[in-house]
């Protein structure tokens, strides 16, 4: 039998939840909650088979997950002052800025919905790219060859600038994109922690999500 990469594991979530997002835009808008459901499911499934690999990462004590929500709150302000100054016209694609409350008649569903759009959020987003983008690439753009052996927050500086562009281009607000992956990488060279950043990304992304649902300013999911 043939043994797999190393890198798949810590990629294949991500890589499926990149082909499903693009697949959604070839579908009608009115059926967004089923397949992002859909979808969240399949990258839960993924994530699930996939992290005996890497679950051993998960781990850190008291005082890198707190810094974590601090970094996760200060995350959030800094996403929302960049982007507040990202030059009109120059993002990069767009989100589907579904808006449940228009979209959706029936309560149940629509709160059902909004339900299931946190939990992709705020706890499967997170894991998904931060076993990619701090886990993995950081390590495997330092040194190809030896990443599995190189600890957490071991990085060069041309890999901390391979990512941080690569994670710009990923996301339509990529100025708050580049000071995010910043951030991210400064908690995970500080504490080793890869909890710590799965932490400060998921309170980031519930952060972001509570202020669309008070704000009404859709277009960041």
């Not at 839960?44 to 088979?49: Q, R, T």
């Not at 993002?91 to 959706?104: C, D, K, L, Q």
């Amino acid at each position: 039998m043939t043994k797999k990469p190393d890198w798949l594991p810590y990629a294949a979530p991500m890589a499926l939840f990149l082909v499903l997002t693009a697949l959604e835009s070839y579908l009608p808008i009115a059926l967004y909650p089923f397949v992002y459901s859909v979808k969240a499911l399949l990258v839960l499934i993924a994530l699930l088979y996939f992290h005996r690999e890497w679950k051993s990462e998960l781990r850190g004590d008291g005082k890198a997950v707190a810094l974590g929500v601090v970094a996760g709150l200060l995350g959030l302000w800094l996403w929302l002052k960049l982007d507040a100054r990202q030059p009109a016209g120059w993002s990069i694609g767009a989100r589907t800025a579904y808006n449940p409350f228009e979209a959706i008649a029936n309560p149940t569903l629509r709160y059902s919905f909004i339900t299931v759009r946190f939990i992709g959020l705020a706890l499967l987003v997170p894991v998904m790219e931060e076993v990619f983008w701090r886990s993995f690439l950081l390590r495997y753009a330092t040194d190809q060859d030896k990443w599995k052996s190189l600890t957490l927050g071991q990085f060069s500086l041309a890999a901390f600038g391979i990512v941080t562009g690569l994670f710009a281009l990923a996301h339509p607000e990529w100025l708050a994109a580049i000071g995010y992956a910043a951030l991210m990488a400064g908690l995970l060279r500080h504490t080793k922690s890869l909890l710590a950043c799965i932490v400060a990304h998921g309170v980031t992304n519930a952060a972001l999500g509570i202020f669309v649902l008070l704000t009404g300013k859709w277009h960041y999911w």
